[in-house]
């Protein structure tokens, strides 16, 4: 079993900054690719960003690239997504997710465990 804690959240003016983390407990995730998603008010869950196991490979949605990025401490067992540049539409509630594989995927059915989410609201 996995369980993912994400942090971080808030309320942020359009154009500000958010650090969101996702530590994770029971088993390690260090061997596995992990992802970041996003629920709109709503809207259905979609994929906003993915790194592979050891960092290496990271993928963004189009939406985000150039004002989010993912990275992971494999040795605190914890993910991370730094969001610069945040816009009204970036409100919602963002999940991270492990993996099945080694490397990142951006399709739902890519992660096992998921996390309950924590809130991010964009003021304008």
């Known amino acids: 079993q996995v369980q993912l804690v994400e942090s971080g959240g808030g309320l942020v003016q359009a154009g500000g900054s958010l650090r969101l983390s996702c530590l994770a407990s029971?088993?390690?995730?260090?061997?596995?690719?992990m992802g970041w998603f996003r629920r709109p008010p709503g809207k259905e869950r979609e994929f906003v960003a993915a790194i592979s196991w050891r960092g290496g490979l990271r993928s963004y949605a189009d939406s985000v690239k150039g004002r989010f990025t993912i990275s992971r401490d494999n040795a605190e067992n914890i993910v991370f997504l730094q969001m610069n540049s945040l816009k009204p539409e970036d409100t919602a509630v963002y999940s991270c997710a492990r993996g099945v594989r080694t490397l990142p995927g951006t399709g739902q059915s890519d992660y096992d465990y998921w996390g309950q989410g924590t809130q991010v609201t964009v003021s304008s």
């Open positions: 029971g088993r390690t995730v260090s061997d596995a690719a």
